[in-house]
DNA sequence: ATACTTTGCGCAACCGATTGCGCATAGGAG
DNA sequence: CTCCTATGCGCAATCGGTTGCGCAAAGTAT
């Protein structure tokens, strides 16, 4: 924690406030309001305006952000807690929110706690400690109270002022069933998300629900969950085999994510099951891969990118007026994107031509 | 970039040095000297010592780093510019950034350029003036001489104090072209980078001298450049493209990297050759999709997360001790990984087994 | 000529820490 | 009893801005 030897000033100088009203021959208090606009700006001069503009231009001066911060209480920071930046979720709501948060003038530290407690605890009171304005989290439950505002991305916190940026997983599920019912499907296996995952509860109620309206069982035998631990597209892949263990006959997959969905169609080709042929295979976010995956992913798009941005300019509005009153979630809406993962099922295809179930959609 | 109305503090008020001291009966002077155990520390009583802590830790008090800041000159912040956040190039080496950077009791800004000049221009001098105390490039070369430190991953800067984590791109060569080489291939076509990858240079002098001395040819008509726009794996589909359309046998394809080597895949299944059996593709850098793409792409791993890591601990070495004689350029060593992008050449495969052969290796 | 308003700008305190210097008090030496 | 040296701690300046208040000069009204 203590540096024993001194340490020089590592800053890089630029010139000040008080250089450049001496430079000017005016104070301190004149060339920042000048510069500021600041609450007195129209009482100056209109000659002294140019001046000051003149020279704080050619000194190319920049106000000093941490003496701002001091002195108005305001970092311009926030921050963005993250389960894991080398992860394509992640960093697609990240893409997002920087579009927003730098035209606010803010900037942004990430940090990610890779699920593990004593990160997700200290975590918030670090970033305290680092003055940060706002937190925004993805795919992360936040447990505590901040006294920051705090906007959730894909999370169902129902906490004091958190706001959450949500999709309508009602929608998300209706495409994919209705999709897989369409294609003659009904024997449908579901992968469900791990239990840190702040989706995996309301998607899966979604899931229930929908299902019941398109007149699609869920069989228990027919559903596996994601192990906690693993990397990548590996918990995808042991649960399918798990659920080919199970010997229970099945024509589709309803993956969590597309990260499992690859893992699924990794342990299908496995087992000597192709896709789409033997087998059908539905994911879910649209991240980057699933667009090269082979065969591409047929999948249940997350605008993520636009998440991002939607969180990063509701939490400049809140910081910006504190008071008023905020939606407490805010609804986004998925897309469905028909890649070659999903094909008719076998049963079907004996009875109909492709082309008839082209047209009829 | 002014605010009409005014803003209220949005920073979370903690108790202060000021009330702490005053709750003590202390000076400030006394409490900062025991929290910080700056010099005249041991001056202090053991007594007084053990109170100032413990009501420290009773108030939970934290040193307001803005103000820390602005009186040492030193934010604790260091910036990372990357092409694009959302790639997965850029967040295997945040990954390990992150872990150094942390742990020296860092944050980091990031920013992604985008590769456009504008923004290249620009950012510098912003993160200057958010008092940013050091650099890191990934992928990035950086034009100016900035008054911070700057250490470069993948850069090769022969800039005046610009540290570089370079790749040992002769060994990466080697590693590749000697395994084309073992499996028969003769007609080897390449794909090059985009002139504003900092890599692109140099692991193309690498490759020409390798070649050379492996005895392979590299014919102009079966080298193609990835064009400068385009995102994603289109780049590289495009190039194959224009590869396939120039009629010159090949039987392997080495790409600039794994997306432009996914791309050449889609495009060679679009054109009806089969990856591996009609032509063998190999990737570079491993990306994490590189393992699930279908088929797992034989490339040459980066060590990136690695690479991250060796530029935030260099960087912080170079906060520390600025005077220090530095390294101008770090070495990592690539790892070949071979999966199923790659196979024996045709014409190897009527004379000799692929047992034959596995033994051999 | 006097009084009041407007225009133009500066004084000085403040944000919350860090730190060189110096002032007391206590104990030991002579 | 006086002088000197530790020992223990505080004064006040400083980092680089922001801002409430106020003062002087010029302009206007009477």
Chains 1, 2 share one sequence.
Do not use: C
């Amino acid at each position: 924690m203590s540096e024993k030897e001194p340490i020089p000033p590592k800053i890089y100088r630029r010139t000040s406030l008080k250089e450049l009203a001496a430079h000017l021959g005016l104070s301190q208090t004149t060339v920042s309001r000048v510069v500021n606009q600041s609450p007195g700006y129209l009482r100056i001069a209109p000659d002294t305006r140019d001046r000051v503009l003149a020279a704080a231009a050619k000194l190319n001066y920049q106000a000093n952000v941490l003496a701002q911060g001091l002195r108005s209480k305001r970092s311009q920071i926030v921050s963005v807690i993250v389960p894991e930046i080398s992860d394509g979720y992640s960093t697609s709501v990240l893409s997002g929110i920087e579009d927003s948060l730098l035209l606010g003038g803010y900037f942004y530290f990430v940090v990610s706690h890779r699920h593990r407690p004593d990160l997700l605890r200290d975590y918030p009171s670090l970033l305290l400690s680092r003055a940060v304005e706002g937190l925004i989290a993805v795919d992360t439950s936040i447990d505590e109270e901040l006294p920051i505002p705090v906007v959730s991305v894909s999370g169902h916190s129902r906490h004091g002022s958190i706001v959450n940026i949500e999709l309508d997983h009602t929608l998300a599920a209706h495409q994919a069933l209705e999709h897989l019912k369409k294609l003659g499907h009904s024997r449908i296996a579901f992968i469900k998300g791990q239990s840190f995952s702040s989706d995996t509860q309301t998607r899966w109620r979604a899931i229930i629900r929908v299902a019941g309206e398109l007149g699609i069982e869920i069989l228990p035998k027919l559903t596996v969950q994601l192990e906690e631990n693993g990397i990548g597209v590996e918990p995808g892949r042991v649960a399918t085999m798990k659920l080919l263990e199970r010997n229970e006959p099945f024509t589709a997959i309803f993956a969590f994510n597309d990260h499992s969905a690859m893992g699924a169609i990794v342990a299908l080709r496995e087992a000597g099951r192709d896709v789409p042929n033997d087998v059908s295979v539905v994911g879910f976010d649209d991240i980057p891969s699933a667009a090269t995956n082979n065969p591409g992913l047929t999948t249940v798009r997350q605008p993520l990118q636009e998440m991002g941005r939607v969180a990063a300019s509701t939490l400049l509005q809140m910081l910006r007026s504190p008071e008023e009153h905020q939606r407490r979630s805010i609804l986004v809406l998925p897309t469905f994107v028909e890649r070659n993962s999903t094909a008719l099922a076998a049963a079907v295809r004996k009875t109909r031509t492709p082309t008839l179930i082209r047209s009829g959609q």
